[in-house]
């Protein structure tokens, strides 16, 4: 088996299938999910003047992580926002994921039409309920780079290119550890293998990436790679530690966390879901192991530990974090939420199922095909933001696995179309669009009108995410948000703060008279829906919002 060139058509490929994923369908967002929270942290590190009053920019959780000096070092070289950097960062990890995908599907002895037909379907996207994550993130966050490197390695490690999968490997694990450690942990059994050992010493190929790999036994340059990247990774966190609060890796969660976390994070805590989307997950394994039965001897052993390996982990995953978070109360299990690993679970049924549905059409197995097909195409079609079109998306779902069947060696123009019919015919909106012209207004009129040491409260929000845009287009502090409430993960004394404020503010709704209490607290501006205007003239105002400047303190 020829090694694929990282370079030429195949790059190029991905590359535009990474700009359709991004432009079309499942699409990007901007300050709509986390990067409401990364972008008001990178701008306070950037200019610690910017936010100094903002209880989230205040407090960083991005010790362990070198995403934000990433983002620090693009924006400073190239002079562009953080948006242009990091979004230019994600189109380019998910080229290098959908490369990955490629790879796999190689690797799994299909012709190059197909491997593009299983890289093409896994791109789609799937929504994995529960522990509220995507394999395609919309947003340029730390897992939204990290998970398609893993999905590089993956296919590297396919190729028997273990040097190169453990760079790649190595990054994700730099830039969102959680999302990596599953990979490394597959990975280093993996090269500790006998059976891998004697592989290497056989394999005649070269290593293309540092043709030195070969003097040294295959488990120590993943290891080596891995330790570099953790020593790496604990040098930057011990630089970055300052004053504030720091990250409780090894404490038992206080009562006062356990029911903070259940209001604000429930979806961390296994003991809140339906018994029904266990269930689900449980088949979503089985359907994927049943796939793997179909094809396992295409399956190489080493894409056999990933592909079995990290669905086995997503798996166990559920019973483990219900003993460590629920019973033994480890904080460390909010923070890095295994439960994510579920994630595993769907890629592997995606790309299995898909790889069982095209040896079925080798076999001539037409309806055998089709039903594999169904599961692969199965998951996109779960919206984040359902629409009454139930039966449009059931439809569109038999009709592009009959498509994929009946095109054969044009399939792949099939699983394209689907980019465009999904959204179109099935009516799959994967995210609302909350940037709207009078936000716009708000938030410049905020940064060109007010001091920068400004405090805006949003009262009557509730859990909208209005406040969070706001925070990071305005450069202006928000006293306390629904949004910035999911660091109660990682910090103690920023859950009472951010509690307290909350019950202050938004939780009791908004009255007139609370204007001088809101001076009180430290809130120089309250913004409120139009609707809710006030007798007195506001400071700002235009069809969403009227803004009231809270009253000075008499002297």
């Not at 890289?119 to 529960?130: C, E, N, Q």
């Not at 209005?466 to 450069?475: K, N, S, T």
């Amino acid at each position: 088996m020829k090694p694929p060139a990282a370079g030429g058509i195949a790059m190029a490929l991905a590359a535009a299938l990474a700009l359709l994923t991004f432009f079309q369908f499942p699409g990007h967002t901007w300050l709509q999910q986390d990067t409401q929270i990364y972008t008001a942290i990178l701008e306070h590190l950037r200019d610690p003047s910017v936010l100094a009053n903002d209880i989230l920019a205040e407090k960083p959780h991005v010790a362990f992580t070198l995403y934000d000096e990433a983002a620090r070092l693009a924006r400073a070289a190239t002079g562009l926002s953080f948006r242009v950097v990091l979004e230019a960062a994600q189109i380019g990890a998910r080229a290098l994921g959908i490369w990955g995908l490629y790879l796999i599907a190689l690797a799994l002895g299909l012709t190059t039409s197909e491997a593009w037909l299983v890289a093409a379907i896994v791109s789609l996207g799937a929504t994995i309920a529960g522990p509220e994550v995507l394999t395609l993130e919309y947003e340029p966050s730390p897992r939204a780079l990290a998970l398609p490197l893993v999905i590089c390695a993956i296919g590297l490690a396919g190729h028997r290119r273990f040097v190169a999968a453990s760079l790649a490997g190595a990054a994700a694990f730099l830039l969102h550890p959680p999302t990596a450690l599953a990979f490394w942990l597959v990975f280093l059994t993996l090269a500790a293998w006998p059976h891998l050992r004697r592989v290497a010493a056989t394999d005649p190929r070269p290593e293309p990436f540092i043709t030195a790999a070969r003097l040294a036994p295959p488990a120590a340059w993943p290891a080596g790679i891995f330790l570099a990247s953790v020593a790496v990774l604990l040098l930057a966190a011990r630089a970055q530690a300052g004053p504030g609060e720091s990250q409780a890796l090894f404490a038992r969660l206080t009562p006062g966390q356990v029911q903070l976390q259940h209001l604000r994070t429930a979806y961390t805590w296994i003991s809140t879901w339906p018994p029904r989307l266990i269930a689900l997950w449980l088949a979503v394994f089985a359907l994927a192991m049943a796939a793997y039965a179909r094809i396992r001897q295409n399956v190489p052993p080493e894409l056999r530990a990933f592909l079995v390996g990290l669905p086995v982990l997503g798996v166990l995953s559920m019973p483990a974090s219900w003993l460590l978070l629920e019973r033994a109360g480890w904080s460390l299990v909010p923070q890095i939420q295994p439960l994510r690993l579920l994630l595993f679970v769907a890629l592997s049924m995606q790309i299995l199922a898909a790889a069982a549905g095209l040896d079925a059409l080798r076999r001539r197995s037409h309806f055998e095909a089709g039903f594999w097909f169904v599961l692969a195409y199965l998951l996109p079609l779960e919206p984040v933001v359902t629409g009454p079109r139930e039966w449009a998306r059931l439809g569109l779902l038999l009709a592009l696995a009959a498509g994929t069947v009946v095109a054969r060696r044009y399939a792949p123009a099939v699983t394209l179309a689907a980019f465009f019919a999904i959204p179109g015919v099935g009516g799959v909106v994967n995210y609302p669009h909350l940037h709207t012209p009078e936000l716009a207004q708000l938030s410049a009129w905020a940064r060109t009108a007010t001091g920068r040491d400004a405090v805006f409260v949003f009262p009557d929000a509730g859990h909208a995410v209005d406040p969070g845009i706001f925070r990071c287009e305005a450069l202006r502090a928000v006293y306390v948000d629904w949004k910035g409430g999911g660091q109660v993960n990682f910090f103690r004394e920023f859950g009472e703060q951010w509690w307290y404020r909350w019950q202050q503010t938004v939780a009791r709704g908004f009255q007139p008279s609370d204007l001088p209490r809101y001076r009180g607290l430290g809130i120089s501006y309250a913004v409120l829906n139009a609707a809710d205007r006030l007798p007195q003239p506001p400071v700002f105002q235009n069809a969403r919002y009227a803004v009231y400047a809270t009253p000075a303190a008499s002297p």
